[in-house]
């Protein structure tokens, strides 16, 4: 634990101008991030008497190791700067929402000549429309069925797109008037536009107006005596309403307006969000933190706002924002949000009227998901941290592993040897700690000698951070040296006699020196486990951290070699055990016997879990490998010749085998192909003998080659 009086700036460096500060710990990570309109009253704040601080507060300020700031001009730079930095650096104590699912949302692909309706989730696109986001992605479908009849945009893949234009006909949807088949050209690119566009301005509110547009249509249509065609009219106006009877009437017509509600304890925090466009819910989400941080509902809800509108622009800001408790700086805040929306932007908490009943509204659903949350969270912790004592009993550990690694092989017959490193921390997979190998040191199968250097690689990298750190000093077995060889280093006697150990893993070998010895260099990494040479930016480096607890996916030899590896490099604070699938035993080092944890154990299905999902993370990595393998061509050894190329050739001639058939002066008629690359591909194509020809299964025809892929 630090002290913070041994990083504290004096009162005169800090400057009384706006800007953001940054706490790091003693490796250089930011653990926190703040924004100030005084920055030398607010960073100030953080170095008084312990005891008159937030317990939240006073465990980040001596967790940390050092401060600094950065100044900017105004207020409203300083919240995106906040904004930026959380992004970049995940600092643990700030509070982060994280959102309990992920929400569909009704999206149309405005940026493709042929815009298409779909159901997406995940990070959103530039050029693309979204509405929502909805509870259910079956919601979505719904809509968009009834909506059809009246604006039948494409849904279709690009794949199915592309076949129906290449066959002349349209899909299903076509054939029933749900689609207007822009595939086989009953409308143009423009028509089918202005159809997409209707869609979305149907969505975004604007309802009143086409539903007025087809009764008007279908009066005319009777008095017309074109019965039914008033009749097709009088269900597509049914249809449309249908739709708009799915998100109730709240507010006013008209009225665009976000209601944020928080519901919090001493720990965890949830939020609840309401989309209202056109006077109507569009969208509903919700998000819970931990309170990692000292803050209060108005902080909750600044961190919120920076969360759902950091991203956004334009109309994606709605013009009102409505919420239980104003940020410290308002004027700040909706300035920032004017800014992203590109108009004025109402910041307000609703006194009275129906935006307060449906605050309420909002308020009631907040509570709820906390009460549930606190439900799931308290058995989750419950269990994982029966299952992590378990494990801590069960292989003699001091302490909990908090953090486990676990690594597996993975290869189809010797041929794309791959490894993966997966990461627990707390009982719960991290994801963005996940890393993959590939076995550099020898050819063919062998999974004792892959694991042993994949351990091998993975902790040098650690000891390579810590060195640069100077957290590390050398000790023998790091170096490779014996103990009597440790003495002759400088100040520690005389030199030793006899020969001198040698090992060419770590560049040790010849005879023993005469003289006082300097311990040799860390080894090198493989170039590609080269470490990223920017330094102390805050970010969290990869194979940083050390884990509690290493698991491999094997039995005895795996275990023996990730040992045998640690052991090496000189690193004994760092167990190891193995799991092995035929009767889930867990094995350890040096012991003739397994651990049998019992079937029911929560120790067992957690180890399980890890080593489950190393196999998963490996397979699906060698599976990528072998597929790209498979799909190379003769082409790829063709010096000079890239990949738009490559595509010219194939797009000319309609096929690996065509071209194979081709002479050399009919591949030189190929844009942008020489007279010597076209040789360079006769003579490739010529030494590559032609794949078996693939076979239907159905049918025992056999099918000609008809891309550039294996040939």
């Known amino acids: 634990m630090a002290d913070p009086s041994s990083y504290r700036p004096s009162p005169g460096q800090i400057p009384d101008s706006p800007g953001v500060y940054k706490f790091r710990d003693e490796h250089r990570r930011v653990i926190y991030v703040g924004k100030a309109k005084n920055l030398r009253q607010r960073v100030a704040n953080y170095f008084q008497d312990l005891a008159n601080l937030h317990p939240r507060t006073r465990s980040m ?69 979204y509405f929502g986001p909805y509870g259910h992605a079956w919601a979505i479908r719904e809509t968009v069925d009834l909506m059809l009849r009246v604006f039948p945009v494409r849904t279709c893949s690009a794949g199915v797109f592309k076949n129906a234009a290449r066959t002349g006909r349209p899909c299903l949807l076509g054939y029933i008037d749900k689609c207007s088949a822009p595939c086989v050209g009953r409308v143009t690119p423009e028509e089918h536009r202005e159809l997409a566009e209707d869609f979305c301005d149907f969505m975004a ?46 507010l006013a017509d008209a009225t665009d307006a976000d209601l944020i509600a928080v519901a919090e304890d001493e720990l965890e925090a949830a939020l609840q969000i309401f989309h209202v466009r056109g006077g109507r819910v569009r969208g509903q989400r919700g998000w819970v933190t931990d309170k990692v941080e000292a803050v ?19 109309d994606a800001v709605p013009k009102e924002v409505l919420v239980p408790a104003l940020p410290e700086d308002t004027e700040a805040v909706s300035q920032w949000l004017a800014e992203r929306r590109g108009s004025q932007v109402s910041l307000r908490i609703p006194q009275r009227g129906d935006k307060k009943d449906l605050m309420a509204t909002v308020q009631r659903n907040a509570q709820q998901a906390l009460g549930l949350h606190k439900t799931k969270r308290a058995s989750d912790l419950t269990t994982r941290s029966r299952a992590l004592e378990e494990i801590a009993e069960a292989l003699d550990l001091d302490t909990a592993p908090l953090r486990i690694e676990c690594y597996d092989i993975s290869h189809l017959q010797g041929d794309d040897v791959v490894a ?77 006699t006899g020969p001198a150990p040698t090992d060419p ?175 360079a591909v006769a003579a490739a194509l010529a030494s590559a003998a032609p794949a078996t020809p693939a076979v239907n299964t159905a049918t025992g025809e056999i099918m000609d080659e008809d891309d550039g892929g294996t040939s």
């Not at 009143?208 to 019965?227: C, P, S, V």
């Not at 250097?453 to 790091?478: D, S």
């Not at 190379?632 to 194979?660: N, W, Y």
């Open 205 to 250: 509110g604007r309802t009143g107006t086409y539903i007025r547009r087809l009764e008007k249509d279908m009066m005319q249509a009777a008095e017309e005596m074109e019965y039914e065609r008033a009749a097709r009219l009088r269900d597509d106006a049914g249809a449309l309403k249908r739709a708009m009877e799915k998100s109730a009437v709240v």
């Open 296 to 314: 209060d509902t108005s902080g909750l809800v600044e961190h919120a706002l920076q969360q759902l509108y950091g991203e956004e622009r334009g």
């Open 420 to 496: 993966s490193m997966v990461v627990f921390e707390d009982g719960l997979a991290r994801k963005s700690e996940y890393r993959r190998f590939q076995i550099k040191g020898f050819e063919g199968q062998d999974d004792v000698r892959s694991m042993h250097e994949v351990i091998g690689r993975r902790f040098k990298r650690y000891l390579q951070e810590k060195e640069r750190t100077g957290e590390w000093e050398q000790t023998p077995q790091a170096t490779g040296e014996t103990p009597e060889a440790a003495a002759a280093l400088p100040g520690a006697g005389s030199a030793p």
């Open 505 to 679: 893993t770590l560049g040790i070998t010849g005879p023993a020196p005469t003289g006082p010895v300097p311990a040799p260099a860390l080894p090198a990494a493989s170039p590609a486990d080269e470490i990223d040479p920017r330094e102390d930016d805050g970010r969290p480096k990869r194979f940083a951290y050390p884990p509690q607890l290493v698991v491999v996916d094997g039995g005895q030899p795996q275990v023996a070699a990730a040992q045998r590896a640690l052991d090496e490099l000189g690193i004994d604070d760092i167990a190891v055990c193995g799991l092995a699938k035929r009767l889930e035993e867990v094995w350890l080092p040096d012991d003739d016997d397994p651990v049998v944890l019992p079937r029911s154990s929560e120790g067992l299905y957690l180890l399980q879990r890890v080593r489950d999902e190393a196999h998963r993370f490996a397979i699906t990595y060698q599976r990528a490998k072998r597929a790209k393998r498979i799909r190379s061509s003769p082409l790829d050894d063709v010096t000079g010749l890239g990949e738009t190329r490559k595509q010219a050739l194939i797009k000319h001639f309609g096929s690996v085998k065509k071209l194979r058939q081709a002479t050399i002066e009919e591949i030189c008629e190929v844009p942008g192909i020489g007279r010597r690359t076209a040789e």
């Open 61 to 129: 300020v001596t967790t940390a190791a050092s401060v600094e700031w950065t100044v900017v001009s105004t207020e409203v730079e300083a919240l995106q700067l906040e904004y930026t930095w959380i992004k970049e650096f995940d600092p643990r104590f700030n509070v982060k929402y994280r959102d309990d699912k992920s929400y569909p949302y009704l999206a149309v692909t405005l940026n493709e000549e042929f815009p298409r309706v779909q159901v997406m989730r995940g990070a959103k696109k530039k050029g693309v429309r």
